[in-house]
């Protein structure tokens, strides 16, 4: 329900989280998960505090997705770029800085200041075209289970199913890897939340509820569970308690626009007018135009936004 489109911070080009996993094609939950455990960084923030990322995040960022779609754990790729951070004095700040390409099985390299190089500093010349580029291929079955002890790990566990997480056709694979990753790593929130969807996403509402339960648990604060279990609560008639779900999803991010926006609705649903504005104030600041942000408008009694208008 969010936008999808660009909007600009110091006269930079951004894209929102939920932006830019459409356009990377891997779910914000997984996005978040890697901007969390400091995979990946914004690089700026709007004015109203959300974490944004610029045009050349989005190229590196697609960068790590085609090595992570060739089966390169993101624990090596971690580390990797772990070492790389330790030795540069400057300090690299981010994914972004750099470009990333698979070099063997113990590290990847990295493109910095024009020159390739291996994490122990050996520069590496680029002979192969697709260094730069690398192809996307399907997860590689016996890769994954050649990479020892990082192969059973509940991270890699983790990212194997959010490889196969994106399509019907691979939903059982990616309902094996979580239950892998939980059964690695029993307080692992996020591979509770995502279980919970791709069971949502077949049909499965009861177990759907069950694992984003059980997400909360690991973490009462966890943002896609909170919300994930509103939205399946709310379509399942429980109002009062889907209620609950999306207030404490705002409170975990209150730029959470869509959080904003459905909370707002369901105030509405509820006859809490009062409380119905105070969201879509909250709605309208994050995200000043669309579908969305005519309709709160309306609802607060503002003139609407002028066509043609840019940002």
Same mark, same amino acid.
């Given at each position: 329900m969010r936008g999808d489109h660009a909007h600009c911070v110091s006269g930079v080009v951004v $894209? &929102?989280?939920?932006?830019?996993?459409? %356009?990377?094609r891997v779910s914000p939950a997984r996005?978040?998960?890697?901007?969390?455990?400091?995979?990946?960084?914004?690089?700026?923030?709007? =004015?109203?505090?959300?974490?944004?990322?610029?045009?050349? =995040?989005?190229?590196?960022?697609?960068? *790590?997705?085609?090595? %992570?779609d060739r089966g390169i754990p993101v624990q090596r790729i971690?580390? &990797?770029?772990?070492?790389?951070?330790?030795?540069?004095?400057?300090?690299?700040? #981010?994914?972004?800085?750099?470009? *990333?390409? =698979?070099?063997?099985?113990?590290?990847?390299?990295?493109?910095?200041?024009?020159?390739?190089?291996?994490?122990?500093?050996?520069? *590496?010349?680029?002979?192969?075209?697709?260094?730069?580029?690398?192809?996307?291929?399907? @997860?590689?079955?016996?890769?994954?289970?050649?990479?020892?002890?990082?192969?059973? #790990?509940? @991270?890699?566990?983790?990212?194997?199913?959010?490889?196969?997480?994106?399509?019907?056709?691979?939903?059982?694979?990616? %309902? =094996?890897?979580?239950?892998?990753? %939980?059964?690695?790593?029993?307080?692992?929130?996020?591979?509770?939340?995502?279980?919970?969807?791709? $069971?949502?996403?077949?049909?499965h509402r009861e177990a759907a509820k069950a694992a984003y339960i059980d997400a909360l648990a690991a973490d009462p604060g966890h943002l896609e569970a909170n919300f994930n279990l509103a939205n399946l609560l709310e379509e399942l008639g429980q109002r009062d308690a889907a209620r609950a779900h999306y207030e404490a999803a705002v409170a975990s991010d209150p730029f959470f626009a869509e959080a904003r926006l459905n909370l707002a609705l369901l105030y509405e649903k509820l006859d809490a007018r009062r409380e119905a504005r105070e969201q879509w104030r909250h709605y309208l600041q994050q995200v000043s135009e669309g579908h969305w942000a005519d309709i709160a408008r309306e609802r607060l009694g503002e003139p609407p936004w002028p066509r043609g208008k840019g940002r």
């Open positions: $894209y &929102s989280f939920a932006d830019t996993a459409r %356009i990377l996005l978040r998960y890697w901007e969390r455990t400091a995979l990946v960084n914004a690089s700026s923030m709007t =004015d109203a505090g959300e974490p944004v990322f610029a045009w050349q =995040d989005l190229v590196e960022l697609r960068t *790590l997705v085609r090595l %992570i971690r580390r &990797s770029l772990d070492r790389y951070r330790r030795r540069l004095e400057e300090g690299v700040p #981010s994914v972004s800085a750099l470009a *990333l390409a =698979d070099v063997g099985a113990d590290a990847v390299a990295l493109h910095h200041e024009g020159a390739w190089e291996a994490p122990n500093g050996q520069l *590496l010349f680029d002979f192969d075209e697709d260094l730069a580029a690398p192809a996307v291929a399907s @997860l590689d079955e016996a890769r994954f289970e050649a990479e020892g002890n990082d192969g059973g #790990s509940a @991270l890699a566990w983790f990212e194997r199913g959010c490889a196969f997480d994106g399509e019907p056709a691979s939903y059982e694979q990616a %309902i =094996d890897a979580y239950r892998h990753a %939980i059964d690695a790593d029993p307080d692992f929130a996020d591979a509770h939340c995502n279980l919970g969807t791709v $069971y949502f996403n077949r049909g």
